[in-house]
């Protein structure tokens, strides 16, 4: 590092003319200046501001899975990176509620003015969306063109080009995929693993088929949520099955990458998988952070609106309840719980493939 020569100053140093002078209210153009303009302002600025450096990390995360391969080191960064995000995104979550000290009838007096700006136009939001993997085929039906229509030309061209390009949930899947752990050894983990989760399921049916609390009706949906479980399950281990219910949107991973993680998940504590583990559970806590955003906006949204539409066009806090359900990226590592089993019905691993799994020196 070098020897600083210039002295620093604190205003220049952040540009602070340039940011302290960034907030133009709408209102005050027609002659009625909005007090809560300057909060509504500073709040979406704030955002802002995060956006660029969630993006700012994301995207060394990302190019580092761009990669044939990924160094252990490498993997530390990048879960501390993740660690980051997810603590911007539990600030970002907290942010709302200073939006909400504003009241509906405060925000109606210079609403208007912002006709048609809306969230739709943050650019930074949608570039987060699709690097993460929110890709315009997973979008809900209104949202594939609704935000696109609403870009100028450059925006529209820059979020088309990072559609083309790998995003995290797609290189990650890659990155589990290629795991070499199941293929080095004769033992048949999965076999072991398919009679457990066979007993593991029966139990199950006979909970339900003998429970007299339940009422004809609750049995028979009981049974239908069972027989889906079960035919998840049996997917798992039936390379076709699995790819047809992929194709039906019930999984999201390749079949590969699903097993990884897995077994990732069935054996955490092996030092092997402690960063791998740290990884799927930093990058569903950003699945679970941005959901909640969603949720807290919606309701804020609702709070603002009610039933009114957005700035943006859309019907406001409906469009945006249901972006909460369904925009979701890394839904597998949630779901993946179903097919947890218990540390007790878990095969005991064959020496050779526990050497694998730890550090041994000799
Ligand atoms: C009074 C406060 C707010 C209201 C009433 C509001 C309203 C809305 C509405 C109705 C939409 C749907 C699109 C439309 O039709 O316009 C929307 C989208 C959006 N808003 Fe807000 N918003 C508020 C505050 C914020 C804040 C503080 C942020 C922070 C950046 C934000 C970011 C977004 C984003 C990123 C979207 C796009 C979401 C998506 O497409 O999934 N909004 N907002």
């Not at 229509?149 to 290629?178: I, M, T, Y």
Request: aromatic share 12%; with cysteine.
């Amino acid at each position: 590092m070098k020897k600083n020569i210039e002295p620093c100053y604190y205003g220049d140093y952040l540009q602070l003319d340039k940011i302290l002078g960034a907030q133009k209210l709408q209102s005050a153009k027609y002659g009625e200046p909005a007090h809560e303009e300057t909060l509504f302002i500073i709040v979406h600025q704030v955002y802002e501001l995060w956006f660029k450096q969630v993006l700012h990390e994301l995207n060394t995360v990302i190019d580092t899975f761009n990669q044939e391969t990924v160094k252990d080191q490498q993997l530390t960064q990048v879960v501390l990176r993740l660690q980051r995000v997810i603590q911007i995104q539990r600030l970002m979550n907290d942010q709302i509620a200073i939006m909400e000290t504003m009241t509906p009838q405060q925000f109606l007096s210079f609403r208007d003015y912002l006709v048609p700006a809306s969230g739709f136009q943050s650019i930074q939001f949608k570039r987060l969306e699709i690097s993460l993997g929110l890709k315009r085929e997973y979008r809900i039906d209104f949202d594939q063109q609704s935000f696109y229509n609403r870009l100028n030309d450059d925006d529209r061209a820059l979020l088309e080009g990072l559609e083309k390009k790998p995003s995290l949930f797609e290189l990650v899947d890659k990155w589990l995929s290629r795991m070499p752990l199941l293929k080095t050894t004769d033992f048949d983990f999965w076999a072991y693993y398919k009679s457990a989760a066979d007993e593991m399921l029966s139990d199950d049916r006979n909970t339900i088929a003998t429970n007299d609390t339940l009422s004809d009706a609750d049995k028979r949906q009981e049974m239908k949520d069972w027989q889906s479980t079960r035919d998840n399950f049996d997917a798992l281990f039936e390379h076709q099955q699995y790819e047809t219910l992929r194709e039906e949107g019930k999984f999201r991973l390749s079949h590969e990458a699903m097993l990884s993680a897995l077994f990732i998940k069935q054996y955490s504590e092996e030092p092997i998988f402690n960063l791998p583990f740290q990884l799927i559970t930093a990058l569903t806590e950003i699945d679970e952070q941005l959901t909640i955003w969603r949720y807290r906006h919606a309701m804020m949204v609702q709070r603002m609106l009610g039933t009114k539409i957005g700035t943006g066009g859309s019907s406001g806090h409906h469009y945006l309840k249901k972006t909460t359900e369904s925009n979701r990226i890394f839904l597998d590592f949630f779901n993946m719980a179903t097919f947890l089993l218990p540390k007790h019905a878990l095969p005991t691993l064959p020496d050779p493939v526990r050497k694998m799994l730890g550090f041994y020196l000799n």
